[in-house]
């Protein structure tokens, strides 16, 4: 992106990790969102020179090299478990053949405008893996759940024409849906170049540019006001004896012990 010849400037970059397959498999990967142009060093917003300024090839090779050389430093310093049977040296030989295939990187036309952008990443940040509607069936006392998917490979348009559906085990669901929860202190999305937080001038920089309003600063959530977007809030945000609203006096410390 730094290169004249694509932009020669700096772009915003969010990001999200994606782990789960419409199935619930295990198929971790990346979405990400990039302004269509940046700011350059003089301060001024420049768009990019060519219609795609980011060429499929050399992202492919720029993620897979940088992605391999992480797994290689990992398995170097011990921080990553191995499968049984697996040593550091035949582990080091499958990354070296992973290095000579092509990996799958999807370019997307632009939005045109901000909404389009906040759809695509909410489906991914606040969709999580499954919806409840697409549970067919789920039995405890059978041991049965039954769910219903669009598979990539009956759908390579990404429209939603055929549906399978999968039959599993409780067990083997729950195995299947937790394996997709982000661990402590993980933060699933992030943000570069112009979204970065310390860029925040540079930011409201490149909006001036385009003649756009500087960042404003979201005003804090309150409970009462989160809570009182669902049915039946009036339960949770007042109090059952005299009905006035509840309000927070001092927050509670996390504790092992019983209260």
């Given amino acids: 992106m730094s290169d004249p010849a694509y932009l020669g400037a700096q772009p915003g970059i ?29 301060g001024l917003w420049r768009l990019p020179v060519r219609n795609c300024f980011l060429p499929i090839r050399a992202v492919m090779f720029k993620y897979r090299g940088h992605f391999l050389a992480q797994l290689k430093s990992a398995v ?32 997307r036309e632009r939005y045109d405008n ?5 759809e695509y990443l909410a489906r991914y940040v606040r969709g999580g893996p499954m919806r409840p509607s697409q549970l067919s069936r789920f ?3 059978q041991n049965d759940v039954l769910f219903r998917y669009h598979a990539h490979r009956d759908n390579p348009d990404g429209g939603r024409k055929r549906c399978r559906k999968e039959r ?47 960042v404003r600063q979201p005003k804090p959530v309150r409970w009462q006001g989160y809570l009182g977007r669902f049915p039946d809030s009036q339960k949770q945000t007042h109090c059952s004896v005299c009905e006035r609203q509840l309000t927070l006096m001092a927050p509670i410390a996390p504790s092992r012990a019983p209260p």
């Fill in 14 to 42: 969010l990001s999200v990790l994606h782990t789960w397959g419409r199935s619930l498999t295990l198929h971790p990967h990346i979405h990400c969102a990039i302004t269509e142009g940046g700011l350059d060093d003089q």
């Fill in 76 to 107: 170097d310093c011990g921080e990553l478990s191995l499968p049984d049977g697996e040593t550091p040296t035949s582990s080091h030989n499958l990354f070296n053949r992973l290095g000579r295939k092509p990996w799958n990187v999807n370019l």
């Fill in 114 to 118: 901000a909404e389009g952008v906040v």
């Fill in 139 to 141: 039995r405890t006392d």
């Fill in 168 to 214: 599993l085990s409780t067990g083997e669901f729950a195995g299947r849906l937790l394996q997709h929860v982000p661990r402590k202190g993980l933060n699933i999305v992030r943000s570069y170049g112009l979204y970065a937080v310390a860029c925040r001038g540079k930011l409201d920089q490149a909006r001036a540019d385009v003649g756009q309003a500087p």
